[in-house]
């Protein structure tokens, strides 16, 4: 620590330097780093106080031309809390004036709703997307929660969001609200179904197996050719999960036909025949969460040579 001698201190961190007739005075740095620390933390209590001030004029707001001014401060204040970080207050803000969008009665309900518009084709569901990659359980559903404020209006963009995206966890939970908003997004599943990403696909099985019931059937019969296993074994969980007759009659046809199914380390091309079983593979039904009572529990796994998912599926009937 460089402690000049010509110097005098104070118990406040000043110091004094005196030369004849003339004193020059200062601070020490530990003083100079707290201003700083502490004008930082001023700030950040500004911006945020700010924030909530403009909170509280969407809410007391009365004249037309004001509140119109505050809804744009708003508008700019919650793109900028989403990429903060801070989606409590964005969502606050969300929510009040989705409340202004929604009452008939207010002279300001087409501005807001011009505003949630304007929300939904900017860069709000971009910047949710990369907040979603960090984000805990707790801040997740605060996003959910913001989500399901806009409405469906927002499946198309969270679907485009689905289709960039890479990292898998963030690409689940980008699935998990698509689905929140149920029927709405069953017609984007077949996008998903067209992605390179296999994270991707397997988002589409959960939209089909969730929305889209015996009517998803068709699309999820197809997903069991696809060239990634983990999407052809979540196609058939899917499938199975059903559980209707006409699902089962799908199994039956893929099994017919020869459908490639999840591939085995000993083999991933052959393909046995419906009636003809390799040695040493399980007749019975192949273990699910949910086994249909129609079908006999599995006495045991499926051996490491299994012919792939076409044998294990053979259905027993009592």
Not at 26 to 34: K, L, N, Q
Not at 270 to 278: F, L, M
Request: glycine share 6%.
């Amino acid at each position: 620590m460089n402690v000049p001698r010509d110097l005098r201190y104070t118990s406040t961190h000043e110091w004094i330097r005196i030369r004849g007739t003339m004193a020059v005075v200062g601070i020490t740095d530990f003083a100079e780093h707290t201003d700083e620390d502490l004008g930082t933390a001023l700030q950040a209590m500004t911006k945020a106080g700010m924030k909530r001030l403009v909170l509280d004029l969407l809410k007391i707001e009365k004249r037309p031309d004001a509140w119109s001014g505050v809804l744009d401060t708003a508008i700019t204040d919650i793109d900028e809390l989403v990429q903060a970080g801070q989606l409590s207050l964005a969502a606050q803000l969300l929510e009040a004036i989705a409340a202004v969008a929604g009452d008939e009665a207010s002279p300001f309900v087409e501005p807001a709703r011009a505003a949630m518009t304007r929300l939904v084709e900017g860069p709000l569901v971009r910047h949710l997307a990369r907040y979603l990659r960090q984000a805990t359980d707790v801040e997740f559903g605060i996003a959910q929660r913001m989500c399901t404020i806009i409405g469906p209006v927002l499946v198309k963009p969270m679907s485009d969001a689905i289709m960039g995206e890479e990292n898998p966890k963030t690409v689940r939970r980008l699935r998990d609200i698509l689905i929140s908003f149920g029927a709405a997004a069953r017609e984007y599943a077949n996008e998903l179904r067209s992605s390179r990403n296999p994270a991707v696909r397997r988002a589409a099985v959960d939209l089909l197996r969730a929305l889209g019931g015996d009517a998803a059937l068709p699309d999820l019969r197809t997903m069991l050719d696809d060239t990634d296993p983990q999407v052809q074994r979540e196609a058939l969980r899917a499938i199975v999960q059903i559980g209707t007759d006409d699902a089962y009659k799908v199994l039956e046809q893929a099994l017919k036909s020869g459908a490639r199914g999840p591939a085995t380390p000993s083999s991933s091309r052959w393909r046995p025949s419906a009636t003809r079983r390799r040695p040493g593979c399980s007749s019975t039904s192949w273990a699910t969460r949910r086994t249909p009572a129609r079908w006999r529990p599995p006495t045991r796994r499926p051996s490491s040579r299994s012919a792939g998912w076409r044998t294990t599926i053979a259905r027993s009937r009592r």
